[in-house]
């Protein structure tokens, strides 16, 4: 089993900036590609970036592509996101997963471990 476990969240101003942790404890997930999503009221969950399992290759949506870097710690148990230029519509639940694959993964269904999720709230 592994656990993943967010930090960093909170309440920020537009245009500010946040970094987001992901520790994982348990089975390692060195291995595996890492993913960011959020979720906010009334909508579905989301990917906002996501990190093979070397840092070599990451994907953003258009969403937050120039704003967002994802990067992963040097044991590569560790994930995170760092998040500029905040924006009112980044208000969320920022969730931590970690995939089922090695590579990139926009998918949903590819990702088996979820954090809790930590409240990014970004006011204007």
């Known amino acids: 089993q592994t656990q993943l476990v967010e930090s960093g969240g909170g309440l920020v101003q537009a245009g500010g900036s946040l970094r987001l942790s992901c520790s994982a404890s348990g089975r390692t997930v060195s291995n595996n590609a890492m993913g960011w999503f959020r979720q906010a009221p009334g909508k579905e969950r989301e990917l906002v970036a996501t990190?093979?399992?070397?840092?070599?290759?990451?994907f953003y949506p258009d969403s937050v592509k120039g704003r967002f870097t994802i990067s992963r710690g040097y044991a590569s148990n560790t994930v995170y996101l760092q998040m500029n230029s905040l924006k009112s519509e980044d208000t969320a639940v920022y969730y931590c997963?970690?995939?089922?694959?090695?590579?990139?993964?926009?998918?949903?269904?590819?990702?088996?471990?979820w954090g809790q999720g930590t409240q990014v709230t970004v006011s204007s």
């Open positions: 990190i093979s399992w070397n840092g070599g290759r990451t």
């Open positions: 997963a970690a995939s089922i694959r090695a590579t990139t993964t926009t998918s949903v269904a590819d990702y088996r471990y």
